[in-house]
């Protein structure tokens, strides 16, 4: 079965991340990007910003949900890898937000996770 999707814009403070999808059957917003390029913590910011159509300074601080360098830090290319694998869950503005190695942000709203 094929899931329907929306596209929103994403917050330009992350130059890779150009959209969020929604996902309607899982009901979930994902945004991609370079993680050889941005920072997770920022990929964060901008996609959520951008599913809640609030701009990045009206949210809370991310580092108040998450250690942001240990967010950085933990998905960061090093050495001859260009990417880590894993994801990490955390909740951010009424959202649980997952970053997986691979570049890719997911949110989904609190309770629906």
């Known amino acids: 079965m094929q899931s329907s999707q929306n596209a929103i814009e994403a917050v330009e403070i992350v130059s890779s991340m150009d959209n969020v999808e929604l996902d309607v059957d899982e009901d979930t917003f994902r945004g991609e990007y370079d993680s050889s390029r941005d920072q997770p913590s920022l990929a ?3 996609a959520v910003a951008g599913v809640s159509n ?3 300074e009206e ?3 991310l580092h108040s949900a998450i250690n942001t360098s240990a967010l950085n830090d933990l998905f960061s290319p090093t050495g001859n890898v260009r990417q880590r694998n894993g994801c ?3 909740s951010y503005e009424g959202f649980e937000v997952t970053v997986f190695g691979e ?4 949110i989904s709203p609190e309770g629906n996770a």
Request: no cysteine.
């Open 103 to 106: 570049g890719t942000v997911e």
């Open 88 to 90: 990490l869950s955390f």
């Open 54 to 56: 609030t701009e990045p």
């Open 44 to 46: 964060v910011v901008a």
């Open 59 to 61: 949210l809370t601080p």
